[in-house]
């Protein structure tokens, strides 16, 4: 079946603008969460859904940063005022309920220029 | 604040050899999980360990936890080009606040794996 995909796979943007990164999860998959994958931090923790509320916000960089979960499924990770300090990889995985693996889609590349 | 190292960092490995990764966290854990990603790629689950003494292999590939000792080792039988890789190890731990974990995973720095002819 499909797995996690995300969107636009690669995006390059000037400093200053606002960036929107979607995440459409396994079908079914209640549980949805991000991360960040940069040369210098590593893999990262952002946020975390369950269904449509995100009960840890706690990864989550700043307030430029912000989260939204529509229908228990699509995701949209925005980013307002992007520095360059944000390019990095941005991955999303979802898993089930109950279930203990996590599925990860191929993630967005962004580049902030 | 949970720390995860693994150790190497990096690994040079003869076609044909064995060796060991390891992965140390500083705090009890629900679960451990061993995750591979090719250059350019996204992660592709390798292994999930849920108990202590959980032993789990996949081809050439073995990964065992030890909670007690909060470690777990990924060990790779006869090496191939084909495992040359970064792997990481993921650790998820109940909330401060008590509860059930729910997947919050915090990532080892990563191993990268070259396997030579």
């Known amino acids: 079946g499909a797995g996690v995909s995300q969107s636009p796979s690669n995006k390059v943007t000037e400093k200053g603008k606002d960036v929107e990164l979607r995440c459409d999860p396994i079908s079914g998959h209640t549980a949805l969460y991000w991360y960040r994958q940069s040369l210098g931090q590593g893999l990262e923790f952002l946020i975390y859904f369950q269904g449509n509320s995100a009960p840890d916000k706690s990864g989550l960089p700043s307030d430029r940063f912000s989260a939204e979960r529509t229908g228990g499924s699509v995701s949209t990770l925005t980013i307002q005022r992007t520095q360059q300090e944000d390019s990095a990889v941005y991955l999303c995985?979802?898993?089930?309920?109950?279930?203990?693996?996590?599925?990860f889609g191929p993630g967005t590349r962004l580049t902030v220029t | 604040e949970l720390k995860v190292e693994q150790n190497p960092l990096f690994l040079s490995m003869q076609e044909g050899k064995n060796y060991t990764i390891y992965c140390n966290y500083s705090t009890t854990s629900d679960r451990l999980y061993w995750y591979r990603q090719d250059p350019g790629k996204s992660l592709e689950s390798l292994f999930v360990?849920?108990?202590?003494?959980a032993v789990k292999q996949e081809g050439r590939l073995m990964a065992s936890l030890d909670t007690k000792a909060r470690l777990s080792t990924l060990h790779i039988t006869a090496a191939v080009h084909d495992l040359s890789a970064t792997y990481f190890c993921?650790?998820?731990?109940?909330?401060?606040?008590?509860?059930?974990?729910?997947?919050?995973?915090?990532f080892g720095q990563g191993t990268i794996l070259t396997v030579h002819p």
């Open positions: 360990l849920l108990s202590n003494g």
């Open positions: 995985a979802s898993s089930s309920v109950g279930a203990r693996e996590q599925y």
């Open positions: 993921a650790v998820d731990i109940r909330p401060p606040g008590g509860g059930t974990s729910y997947g919050k995973l915090t």
